[in-house]
């Protein structure tokens, strides 16, 4: 009997563990929250914990632990656990990080192409995109936009208007050659004084605008998504010549004040605050700040074209890249949260301008209404989705580069080294930092 009893109750005990241990395995799944860990101030993690929380709130079955971090050690330590497979969830990643992860056999990054059922690309652009695109795997998605134009200040050219009964440049649904912009540039100098120039030249911008240039030219960008140089010699040395032929007629700044903004003094900041220098290449994201380093409204310039429908040198770039971790266990939920931050309007409600300009179609719409998106910033960003015909790639930004045409164009430009000099010189140092990136990068 009483070996009965112990029996009966060992059956009991075990009748009751197997459900409630079934119960708490689902319970523990359903609920297993989405780790998701970026870099910024404390205002951008005000802003991403608030849409967060309107993520949770519209999804009371998802959790989310959020992993706010500075930007010193972030690169070391998302990439240290990429490799030893304790990344979160989801996370932001340098654009030009990508390239450190992205040729391998099998990328430490979900492709996100795996994960369409949960993610809504309808309102991106591809060429926008696929920036994140890397032997046909989608390893990124932008947490936000920027990219290249042109600008003026507004009252030093209704000066000029008034002064010669020539008219503003073209803008954005108009369009104008190269030819017709070199000549404006002349006009403008001529009339302005020898101090003007139409456009101010920087470290960041001037490498910027010779790659556009040399793009156009080549009809292709300069360097695809392997690493590997889309133009010749030829193209280089017809690039040198233009940018020579725009310093001449004082469209760009003299040969020795362009050197000089090169190395950060304050000379490009002094000739814009003086309307000396009277419009910029710069950044979509700086248009605001050009406002205020000049003292004026600010316009925007159409893109000058070399006669081809294509816009080969412009591209759009992702501010940085949202990815997955290819070892998350909760790669489904990750993949709902982001599609929650980029398309949802309450999450682009909270974020603003946190990640600069929301990369979708509706998610500018949403700051527009808001007021937040407005005027030239605003207008500029349209205006370069609209034309941009390049991929964004890992390499258009890479520093060795853009040093070295800069090094390089340096001596041009003050009459040290001849265009055939300085076009060997840039083949060469191109071949062989691009040739040690494929190597590094497991590309060849």
Known sequence: MKKKMVIGIAILIIAT?????????????????VTFMWWGNETRHAATNAAVDQYMAANPDKKVTTMPNPFDGYHDKIIIQLANGTAPDLFCFSTEWMAEVAYTKDPVLKNLYDLSDYIDLSEF????????????????????????????????????????????????????????????????????????????????????????????????????????????????????????????????????????SLSGTTVTTTNVAAGNWAGWYCWTSNVAENEDTSNSPVGIMAYPSLGRPEADGLFVRPAQFWAISRDSKNAEDAARLLNFILNDPKSIAELELQRSVPPTEAGQKVLADMGVLSGPAYESTRYLMQSADSKYTPFILVAELTEALRNEYSKFIVGSQTVDKTADSLMSQFDSILSRIRKTNGIE
């Open 17 to 33: 563990m197997v459900p409630v241990f079934a119960a708490g395995e689902s319970e523990t799944a359903a609920s297993k929250p």
């Open 125 to 260: 652009s591809e060429n926008l995109y696929k920036g994140g695109e890397i032997n046909g795997r989608l390893l990124g998605l932008p947490t936000g936009i920027s990219g290249w134009t042109y600008t003026y200040n507004i009252n030093k050219l209704q000066e000029y208007v008034q002064k010669t009964g020539n008219p503003l440049p073209p803008g954005p649904g108009e369009s104008w050659t190269f030819e017709e912009f070199i000549q404006y540039g002349k006009d403008f100098h001529d009339a302005m004084g020898p101090s003007s120039a139409l456009i101010a030249t920087t470290k960041d911008s001037l490498s910027h605008f010779l790659v556009h240039v040399l793009s156009e030219i080549a009809g292709a960008y300069y360097v695809n998504d392997q690493a590997q140089m889309q133009f010749t010699r030829s193209d280089l040395v017809e690039t040198l010549n233009l940018f020579e032929r725009m310093t001449d007629v004082g469209l760009l700044p003299a040969g020795r004040q362009q050197v000089e």
